[in-house]
């Protein structure tokens, strides 16, 4: 995963670029100097004099001796990982979420509530949000925030242009969240929901080590978002992966967005519960949320109800279509089924490999297709991961706390 998208930033000194080359080598675990200068392209005596200013910050610490060879042992360095932290905030239709994250990318805290979003409205919930974070921080800053919503947002400019779920336009969130938490609007970013989700599955699930990858996320609507060389790929005007409105079915049903036959006509989670079941039964119950709505058509899938099996049957069949053309416009190593998807895996992946399979563009599909092990927690993971980010590309963001305790010369050969 790149460090940082460009643009994210502004450009930083040679110093500091040299400080964040040596922060984010370390992450791979702990390393000497002699080793650290190889990977990073600088002399020992420049690693030693960053070291100890990383030190300073607090960023990083001693990590005993490396013997070996003929020579005295070297002295090690690694990562401090509970120096500072990221928050991911995530806004859905039935649920606001929180998580903080430490550098070495452990969950230190995470919190989850139900609620009825729309009904809230925008300041209502960005309240929420920020009391969920703040209880969640206990005073804490964190180095940087990233906000999940679902819907078309630009990046850049870290406004949701439109949520449809939300029935939100234009929410300046960085702006809204900085006033209440305190922190500078540049500290904030937000992103859509399947960007995030894609970057979580390279970070931490079936993408690590993955160039091209496209995720699909199911929830009250379809999304999708494509990590290609490390960097979100998001289009001219930063709304790529809106695959919720590939056609599947010319002779289907009316999409609000106007056209007939979307993606999310069919995928989307009350198209899939409407089939499931009549109006009435459990399934169409919101105090349920999505999780136990999911869970319970699972259960009848499993016990073999007719109709739930009919559903999500029908359901494979419709993104199998929708990801051959995916597959066949972008060509990615590995498309993972989320949101939702994911928790239906089981019955959702072979339909959309026989779809792939029916549709090859002159050649057998060679792309994998895999439910995230992540489930509904990717687009979190993904959000932390960035707000950690922050810190990688520009380690000064975090003030000098001491002096440092590592000794600064490495042990002669």
Not at 58 to 82: F, I, K, M, W
Not at 386 to 402: G, I, K, M, S, W
Request: aromatic share 2%.
């Amino acid at each position: 995963m790149a460090a940082t998208e460009p643009g994210q930033l502004d450009p930083v000194s040679p110093r500091t670029a040299n400080l964040a080359a040596l922060l984010r080598a370390l992450r791979a675990g702990p390393l000497s100097r002699t080793q650290l200068a190889a990977r990073c392209g600088l002399t020992k005596a420049a690693v030693s004099g960053l070291i100890t200013e990383l030190s300073e910050r607090g960023l990083v610490r001693s990590a005993g001796l490396q013997g070996g060879g003929n020579g005295r042992p070297s002295q090690l360095v690694e990562l401090n990982g509970a120096s500072a932290c990221g928050l991911a905030l995530s806004v859905e239709a039935d649920r606001f979420a929180a998580v903080v994250t430490n550098l070495d990318g452990r969950v230190v805290a995470e919190r989850t509530e139900t609620a009825d979003v729309a009904a809230l409205g925008l300041h209502r919930s960005m309240d929420e949000l920020a009391f969920l974070a703040r209880q969640l921080l206990l005073g804490d800053q964190p180095v940087g925030v990233t906000v999940s919503v679902p819907g078309l947002v630009d990046s850049a400019a870290a406004v949701l242009r439109f949520a449809p779920t939300l029935r939100w336009r234009d929410a300046e969130i960085a702006d809204l969240l900085a006033a209440r938490l305190g922190l500078t609007v540049d500290a904030i970013r937000v992103d859509n929901e399947a960007n995030l989700g894609a970057v979580g599955e390279v970070v931490a699930g079936v993408g690590r080590g993955v160039r091209e990858l496209f995720y699909l996320s199911g929830g009250t609507g379809v999304g999708g978002g494509l990590v290609s060389g490390g960097t979100i790929l998001r289009g001219a005007r930063g709304f790529a992966g809106e695959v919720g409105h590939i056609t599947v079915d010319p002779s289907g049903e009316q999409c609000p967005c106007g056209r007939v036959g979307c993606l999310e006509t069919k995928a989307g989670l009350s198209a899939v519960l409407r089939g499931a079941a009549s109006p009435g039964d459990p399934l169409h119950d919101p105090a349920l949320g999505v999780d136990g709505r999911v869970g319970l058509l699972k259960h009848r899938v499993r016990r073999g109800d007719q109709r739930a099996v009919a559903a999500v049957s029908e359901l494979g069949v419709a993104l199998g279509i929708a990801v051959s053309t995916v597959v066949d416009v972008l060509d990615p190593d590995v498309v993972v089924l989320g949101g939702y998807f994911a928790e239906l895996g089981e019955w959702l992946v072979e339909p959309v490999r026989r779809e792939l399979s029916a549709r090859p563009l002159g050649h057998e599909p060679a792309c994998r297709v895999e439910p995230s092990p992540l489930g509904t927690t990717a687009p979190l993971r993904g959000a932390a991961h960035l707000a950690t980010e922050r810190l990688f590309a520009d380690p000064t963001l975090v003030p000098v706390v001491t002096s440092s305790s590592i000794d600064t010369a490495e042990a002669p050969a």
